[in-house]
């Protein structure tokens, strides 16, 4: 198992930043990459980034894309979700989440989540 924990979550207002961390310990040998995913209230959980643990490869949605950043730090075991330029509509509780093998944008082939972190921006 892969335990994923979350930080970095807060108030902040439109046009703002946060960067958020994930890190990862257990059996963390057996994922290659690592996704943040989103849920808003009302919403479903929405794909926001992912990147591979060795080439550190990237894949965002378009939603995000020139605004966020993924990252890691393979000696932390910790994924970062640098946002900027943030909108009200970006409120949502942010997830961490592992797969086994490559990108994904699919939820459903991520095997382990962390708790979750509340960002919510302000207008």
């Known amino acids: 198992q892969v335990q994923l924990v979350e930080s970095g979550g807060g108030l902040v207002q439109a046009g703002g930043s946060l960067r958020l961390s994930c890190a990862a310990s257990?059996?963390?040998?057996?994922?290659?990459?690592m996704g943040w995913f989103r849920q808003a209230p009302g919403k479903e959980r929405e794909f926001v980034a992912s990147?591979?643990?060795?080439?550190?490869?990237?894949y965002y949605a378009d939603s995000v894309k020139g605004r966020f950043t993924i990252s890691r730090d393979n000696a932390k075991k910790t994924v970062y979700l640098q946002m900027n330029s943030l909108k009200p509509e970006d409120t949502a509780v942010y997830y961490c989440?592992?797969?086994?093998?490559?990108?994904?944008?699919?939820?459903?082939?991520?095997?382990?989540w962390g708790q979750g972190t509340q960002v919510t921006v302000s207008s």
């Open positions: 989440a592992a797969k086994r093998y490559g990108l994904g944008y699919r939820g459903d082939d991520y095997n382990s």
């Open positions: 257990g059996r963390t040998f057996v994922t290659d990459a």
């Open positions: 990147i591979t643990w060795s080439g550190g490869s990237t």
